[in-house]
């Protein structure tokens, strides 16, 4: 990719419209122990809510059923699917009960709300160049894709991420698998981010 003389972005000769970035280890970056911070976080916050509802639980068997839960997420993701946050709650709760207990509807806002926010416990940081980039390609008039593999940190939680970085009003578009069910590798999420960006498969740029 590089700049033509009219300062456009282009590739061989071809303009490009739009930029897609991948979120983990492209415009987010982990400090030394950031991931398993999260992880204990995310036991301690979901077996307090339920302990909350009436439902007594130790964090023990909530981390149990958190790597089970895993497991179960490992073969879907090999197969470059994905599963809502909100079913992934629900999962969880079959496995910590052993299969006794099902989320129920009165339940979902509090869990799933202690399952998302555990990204704003124990954060990630925004790349240092991140902003500079993002601010460069909008003086371009590019338009801005985010392309996000979610893993256990649903889109709810990274998009309040980046609003309180200040870079969210940077993307034109942000795809999360979570929420739509499919993850990249798989070439559908590619064309749904041009789809959805107006422009054509072959005018955009992927970066991560």
């Known amino acids: 990719m590089r700049l033509s003389p009219s300062g456009d972005l282009n590739i061989d000769g071809h303009p490009i419209k ?17 991931s398993q911070r999260r992880a204990d976080a995310r036991v301690r916050s979901l077996t307090g809510a339920l302990n909350d509802l009436k439902v007594q639980v130790s964090v023990d068997e909530m981390s149990l059923a958190i790597n089970r839960t895993v497991s179960s997420l490992l073969r879907l993701w090999k197969k470059n699917r994905d599963m809502s946050y909100i079913d992934q709650v629900r999962l969880i709760i ?40 993002l601010k ?12 996000c593999n979610t ?3 649903p889109g709810i939680g990274l998009r309040k991420f980046l609003v309180d970085e200040g870079v969210a009003e940077c993307f ?3 795809l999360f698998s979570e ?10 999420i590619f064309r749904l981010a041009a789809q959805r960006l107006d422009v054509h498969p072959f005018e955009i740029v992927h970066v991560g």
């Not at 869990?111 to 940081?125: D, H, Q, T």
């Open 136 to 147: 460069n390609l909008k003086e371009l008039h590019k338009v801005i894709g985010l392309v």
């Open 94 to 133: 079959k496995n910590v009960s052993r299969g006794s207990l099902n989320l129920k509807p009165e339940w979902t806002r509090k869990l799933g709300s202690a399952y998302a926010s555990v990204i704003l416990e124990a954060p990630p940081y925004l790349n240092p160049e991140g902003r500079h980039v």
């Open 179 to 188: 929420e739509i069910g499919i993850r990249k590798p798989d070439l559908r």
């Open 151 to 153: 893993g256990l940190t």
């Open 18 to 34: 739009a930029v897609t970035f991948d979120l983990w280890e492209t415009l987010l970056c982990e400090s030394e122990g950031a």
């Open 172 to 174: 034109d578009l942000m």
